[in-house]
């Protein structure tokens, strides 16, 4: 595990859940909202994390604890990227580690993963799977510099994820494709 004062957790859960049809973040796999699984994945591997929600209406207390520190997007409906946005603001490590709310397979060692291939010459390290994909939703990212991308990228009115990445000096760390693989409609998870 990364020291506390190193890497701090951002879990993205402002979706709308649109194509879910009720708040994905609720649903529970194998008895465990999948709000729940990922952040405590994401808490065995940091020192803290913070929750990224749409508005200050969007709360998990019931699912978390009445003490977890939310950050609202810094631009309503620009999607994940305000989410990272803000919590590069609130954070005060020199890295985040990012995970989406929607991955019940996630698991610490994928994520250790992520912090085990940093290194002094990259801003960010996102997870790639073997069919080449790479999710910039569950990665690693240095907090300056994706503070100063995301910021410009939102300024531009520029909101899709894959673009943070053309602004910054990314590697990958391959991961398996159980682990990363998102619930976008209730049957998508068995």
């Known amino acids: 595990m990364p020291n506390a004062d190193e890497v701090t957790g951002l879990l993205l859960a402002g979706g709308s859940s649109t194509r879910f049809g009720s708040d994905k973040a609720r649903y529970r796999v194998d ?58 603001d609130a954070a005060t490590t020199p890295w985040l580690l990012v995970a989406a709310c929607d991955l019940p397979f996630l698991t610490a060692g994928v994520l250790s993963q992520l912090l085990d291939a940093r290194t002094s010459e990259v801003d960010a390290v996102v997870g790639r799977t073997p069919d080449g994909r790479t999710h910039p939703h569950c990665a690693a990212y240095r907090r300056v510099p994706a503070q100063e991308a995301t910021s410009a990228l939102l300024a531009a009115d520029r909101y899709a994820f894959h673009a943070l990445l053309d602004r910054l000096s990314v590697a990958t760390a391959d991961v398996p494709a159980e682990s990363l693989r998102n619930v976008n409609r209730p049957g998508d998870v068995p």
Do not use: F, H, K
Not at 31 to 59: E, F, N, P, W
């Open 31 to 88: 008895g465990v909202a999948l709000i729940r699984r990922v952040y405590d994945v994401l808490a065995g591997v940091t020192g803290s994390v913070l929750v990224s929600v749409r508005d200050a209406g969007q709360r998990y207390d019931d699912l978390l604890s009445a003490d977890i520190r939310y950050v609202e997007d810094a631009v309503p409906g620009a999607g994940p990227l305000a989410g990272l946005a803000a919590g590069c």
